[in-house]
């Protein structure tokens, strides 16, 4: 492979390869769910089972897209 070619796939990858060294660090994979219980508002969670409904996608995989997108 030449140089170029490699520097794009990990910078295509970066994500991957900062959630391996974490994993290498800590022992805990990021992608790994865990079961936390927290408190929102009514409205919120309306809205959360109302996308949930309209995309075929589970609340808390509507929560994780979010969360990347916003905090990440």
Known sequence: ???REIER?????????K????????GNLPL???????????STFKALKNESK???????NILDELVEKKLS
């Open 1 to 3: 492979m030449r140089l």
């Open 19 to 26: 959630m391996l060294e974490e994993f290498d660090r800590t």
């Open 9 to 17: 796939i990990m910078k295509e990858n970066e994500k991957y390869a």
């Open 32 to 42: 790994e769910k865990i079961l936390r219980s927290f408190t929102i508002r009514r």
């Open 54 to 60: 309209r995309t075929g996608k589970s609340m808390s």
